[in-house]
């Protein structure tokens, strides 16, 4: 693949069945593909309908009776192959993931980084996932199992597309899962690959497909007989339909839905890393990012050296071409949600918030990128907290500061809204700090830092941002079960 953009097409079939590319045997209704950076349709992706879904769920199922058969150390070492293969081909990958999504190539690698640590943290606990034993009395006793769950379905936001795959698939894999994936309609491009490398691990065939389309498509999905779980990643309206659809086959799900994360900087804190800290919280991947900490709060104290030194940041941060080495913003997913991100800066303006910089789109000088999606990060002072830009999560680069004067009122602010996904405090006091992340009813918290992934902590959500957990330990619980078994050593005592 060429990497300038502007250059790049993408002929093969997308879906994948079977260990190969398959062009879809229904549906068939057909999407374009764009390239956020300039615009380009680089593909038409074919979405796929029941009897393609039923395909690629009985290719699980039957890869699924071998894989599960084989030892935590078996599946350990494919895994690990993956994750090998993955970090060879990290260039390509991240590339692809650019040209796609349209974010920077120096974010889209360390996504695929994350990607084949999540492999490698998931082969490193196969082999120690295991039951316990347990004494009874007069030498009987029982033993649990922890078994897979069968055909377990991944669908995937736009945001981070092969690495909500690799989040799904990897300890899915691990407890001895098969999965379907289907990817958003807008990135349907790069889990393809993460299927090739799978097989190039030498997976069993037909242990990881994936199915393109949209929401016909995952409806498809939810509602097979044959599939026992369901992870998903996207939005709120989503997140509730599909919980719907798994009550009715009583699957169960795992939802990672939307944020309007609190971020609390104290006067306390070392001004330098709070800022940087807000600027990773706000403007990584254009502001697409779930867990951002969009609503800033910060000590009416330090008010003016924060918001003056966060300004002056962000006019800095360098928009344009994604595959360029020194580009840190790249372009929005696509029109519509372009325009979707500027009407909520209008909408701020109108109930009084201030563009302090930003929010306007960016127009760039080389031609190629005219019609790509790009718009200038925006901070918005003079916030209040009833307003609809620190209400609902807008899913792009605004940030919005609001000044607060104690550590009482900010926890009950920053506690007030229906999410819960993520939170974040900077302060040098250390019992400040843990007071009030305890106190904050978000699943993921970070202290004097903000928006790193290490794989090996648990990821998820309180309140409306959903629940289960992916990474760390805890996901092993959401892709396996537990069977108990009980043992008598004696005779039968009946009560008959
Ligand atoms: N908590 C988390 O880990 C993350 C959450 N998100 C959330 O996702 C949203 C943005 O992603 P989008 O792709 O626009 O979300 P979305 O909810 O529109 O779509 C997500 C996925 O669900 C599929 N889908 C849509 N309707 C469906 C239906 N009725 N049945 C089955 N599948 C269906 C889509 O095709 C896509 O693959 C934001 O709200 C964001 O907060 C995004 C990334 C990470
Ligand atoms: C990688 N990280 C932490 C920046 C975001 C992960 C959650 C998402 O998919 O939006």
């Not at 109930?351 to 005219?370: F, I, R, T």
């Not at 002072?381 to 000044?403: A, H, Q, R, W, Y």
């Not at 648990?458 to 959401?478: C, D, L, Q, T, V």
């Amino acid at each position: 693949m060429s990497s300038v953009t502007g250059t790049v097409t993408i002929q093969q079939p997308l879906n994948y069945r079977a260990g190969g590319r398959v062009q879809p045997v229904d549906g068939g209704q057909a999407e374009e593909v764009y390239e956020p950076a300039t615009g380009r349709v680089i593909c038409k992706v074919l979405c796929s309908g029941q009897k393609e879904v039923d395909l690629a769920v009985q290719s699980a199922k039957a890869a699924f009776k071998i894989w599960s058969q084989m030892s935590g150390m078996e599946r350990s070492r494919v895994l690990l192959e993956a994750a090998r293969i993955i970090r060879e081909q990290r260039e390509e990958i991240a590339t692809m993931e650019t040209i796609n999504n349209g974010k920077s190539i120096f974010e889209a690698r360390v996504d695929i980084d994350i990607s084949w640590q999540c492999l490698e943290y998931y082969a490193g606990l196969a082999g120690s996932l295991a039951g316990e034993h347990i004494q009874l009395p007069g030498g009987s006793f029982g033993y649990t199992r922890r078994e897979p769950l069968g055909v377990c379905v991944g669908i995937g936001a736009w945001n981070y597309p092969f690495q909500i795959a690799c989040w799904k698939s990897a300890p899915a894999l691990a407890c001895g899962n098969a999965m379907v994936f289907k990817p958003s309609p807008f990135t349907p491009v790069s889990v393809v690959r993460l299927a090739e490398i799978f097989t190039e691990a030498s997976v069993p065939k037909g242990l990881f497909n994936v199915v393109q389309g949209g929401a016909a498509t995952g409806q498809f999905l939810c509602h097979h007989p044959d599939v026992a779980k369901i992870s998903f990643t996207g939005s709120v309206p989503t997140g509730i339909k599909i919980m719907e659809m798994a009550a009715k086959g009583i699957k169960p799900v795992t939802l990672e839905l939307g944020g309007k994360s609190p971020l609390i900087i104290f006067s306390d804190c070392s001004l330098e890393n709070a800022v940087n800290g807000a600027l990773m919280a706000n403007f990584l991947t254009q502001g697409e990012v779930c867990c951002n900490g969009t609503r800033v709060f910060v000590e009416r104290k330090i008010l003016d050296a924060f918001t003056k030194e966060v300004v002056k940041r962000t006019q800095k941060i360098k928009i344009g071409d994604p595959l360029l080495e020194d580009t840190r913003m790249g372009a929005l997913i696509n029109r519509p949600h372009l325009d979707r991100v500027q009407g909520f800066i209008k909408q701020a303006k109108e109930q009084g918030a201030e563009v302090l910089c930003g929010g306007d789109l960016w127009v760039p000088d080389d031609p190629k990128l005219k019609n790509g999606y790009y718009m200038r990060p925006c901070v918005l002072g003079n916030c209040t907290d009833d307003m609809t830009c620190v209400k609902e999560e807008i899913f792009g680069p605004v940030m919005s500061i609001l000044p607060f004067d104690t550590e009482e009122e900010v926890v009950e602010r920053a506690n007030n809204t229906k999410f819960g996904l993520a939170g974040g405090v900077f302060t040098r006091d250390i019992q400040k700090a843990h007071r009030v992340v305890a106190a904050l009813k978000a699943g993921m918290c970070f202290i004097n830092n903000y928006n790193i992934s290490p794989v090996e902590l648990p990821f998820g959500g309180y309140k409306a941002s959903g629940f289960g957990r992916e990474n760390g330990r805890a996901a092993i619980e959401y892709y396996s079960q537990l069977k108990t078994v009980c043992v008598e050593m004696g005779d039968v005592e009946s009560v008959f």
